[in-house]
């Protein structure tokens, strides 16, 4: 699912004469399984965001390759990019980013106005994606007025909504409390388990990153070492 091949990356700072580069990502190797659950420590400023953006097609890497469900992206334009994006990888942040103008359901909704999808239909799976992540009480709540468990399950649904096979999550549980938590956890395993969705988790918490098959540690910009049953 994502295949990550000696990426490097660094930052350039500043401009023409005074131009710095910043060192954040050193030949990082990384393979993601179909199915897999993989989580992604490090501390902070150690390149995790960085690599998320890259596997996204956020960022360009300054060398290396990045295939993502057999496509490789790299080198790809924006538009491209955005389109496959949609298609392929949902995201969740921790500080939710949902559109506060916009209800619960107006949210999910987004991607599916953004790809085309006829009135009804969009209706229809919008219900059926609030009963999966169990806010079909909260259609009409603006983000507001829901809790962050609430919002982050909110977001959730909007990175379901086109059915992508690959989740990507930077610090999805950063904001919420120990309970939300786990059952924030408990969703993101029966969307594995049932809809067979890889997810590749950025994590503080070594309790999200418990729940992974496999656990990957980044330390100034290398991978560290590995954990878990799967292969690399
Ligand atoms: P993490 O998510 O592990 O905290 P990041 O990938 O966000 O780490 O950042 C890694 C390093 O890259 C940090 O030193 C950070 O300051 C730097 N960095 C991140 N984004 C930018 C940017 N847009 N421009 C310049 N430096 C950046
Ligand atoms: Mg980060």
Do not use: C
């Not at 930052?11 to 060192?23: L, R, S």
């Not at 107006?106 to 999808?117: A, F, K, S, V």
């Not at 079909?136 to 909110?154: C, K, N, T």
């Amino acid at each position: 699912m994502i295949t990550i091949k000696q990426v490097s990356h660094h930052y350039t700072m500043g401009k023409k004469a005074k131009e710095t580069t910043v060192p954040v990502l050193h030949g990082i190797d990384l393979h993601v399984e179909k199915g897999e659950i993989v989580s992604l420590v490090g501390k902070s400023g150690s390149g995790k965001s960085t690599l998320l953006h890259i596997i996204g097609g956020f960022i360009q890497p300054t060398s290396g390759q990045v295939v993502i469900n057999g496509k490789t992206i790299t080198g790809w334009d924006e538009g491209k990019l955005a389109d496959f994006r949609l298609q392929h990888i949902g995201y969740i942040f921790q500080n939710f980013q949902l559109i506060p103008s916009m209800t619960a359901a107006q949210n999910i909704e987004l991607p599916l106005i953004l790809n085309g999808t006829a009135k009804q239909e969009r209706k229809q799976k919008v219900a059926e994606i609030l009963r999966q992540v169990e806010l079909e009480a909260y259609p009409d709540h603006y983000p507001s007025e829901l809790s962050g468990g609430q919002q982050q399950r909110v977001a959730i649904a909007r990175a379901l909504i086109l059915d992508p096979p690959l989740i990507l999550a930077d610090e999805p549980t950063g904001s919420l409390d120990s309970d939300t938590e786990a059952e924030l956890l408990t969703l993101i395993r029966k969307l594995n388990e049932q809809n067979g969705i890889t997810f590749f988790l950025i994590t503080h918490d070594q309790e999200v990153a418990a729940i992974a098959d496999r656990q990957l540690e980044i330390k100034d910009g290398q991978m560290l070492k590995v954990k878990g049953v799967m292969p690399v």
